[in-house]
């Protein structure tokens, strides 16, 4: 009886052990990265101690891929993921990664709120506009300056127009937000910010009735 109880004991702090093991080797829920240095990426997952991991590297199923300047790609579970340093930590269990759902207005177009470098806009979905385009009214209300941009020519429906190419720092539009996104601050008037390919043409879009799904491709 004794040999069977011990056998039983043993059996349960193996399970034990196992269940600890697992436990230690959990998938990540979160990671950020909080700089790098050489080829060499510093990641905090789940607010742990940084760790410097090298392309090739995994830890908790956070594969790095490649590490650039202020900026790093990882893999998890064989999607990749764009980070860059001081941006939110990235939520891996899908929170993060969730699509967007806008829906139509009885005209059939779809107009949202984001965020233009942290300020809040309203803006339209464009499929015709190469960029995110911005009237130079609106571009001097979020604090957007021409300085060391390039002067280009744009053409809209009425005509060709003077425009400035920059690079805004990140734009939002519900659960997901991209950085280094480029746009044109327009000289002629435009009533909204017109979200163009520069952003979209990250994402998926998929139509389903008068919705409109924004799905991130990584």
Do not use: W
Not at 36 to 59: E, N, R, W
Not at 108 to 132: H, P, S, W, Y
Not at 153 to 177: D, P
Not at 193 to 218: C, T
């Amino acid at each position: 009886m004794h040999r069977i109880s011990n056998r039983r004991v043993l059996r349960r702090l193996a399970g034990m052990a196992i269940l600890g093991c697992c436990a230690g080797l959990a998938a990540a829920q979160s990671v950020s990265l909080v700089g790098s240095f050489g080829d060499k990426a510093l990641l905090v997952i789940d607010g742990a101690t940084p760790k410097a991991l090298s392309p090739g590297q995994t830890v908790r199923g956070v594969r790095v891929v490649r590490v650039g300047d202020g900026s790093a790609v990882i893999s998890v579970g064989g999607r990749q993921q764009e980070l860059r340093v001081g941006a939110s930590p990235v939520d891996l269990a899908g929170k993060g990664l969730q699509p967007t759902v806008l829906q139509a207005l009885p005209n059939g177009q779809f107009v949202t709120e984001g965020r233009i470098n942290g300020k809040l806009v309203r803006m339209m979905v464009d499929t015709g506009a190469t960029m995110v385009s911005i009237s130079r009214e609106q571009a001097d209300q979020l604090g957007l300056s021409l300085r060391g941009g390039t002067p280009i020519a744009v053409h809209t429906a009425n005509g060709v127009v003077r425009a400035t190419q920059v690079m805004l720092s990140s734009v939002r539009v519900g659960t997901i937000e991209q950085r280094e996104v480029p746009a044109v601050i327009q000289d002629s008037p435009l009533p909204i910010v017109l979200l163009g390919m520069s952003f979209l043409k990250r994402l998926e879009l998929r139509h389903d009735a008068d919705q409109l799904i924004l799905i991130p491709r990584y």
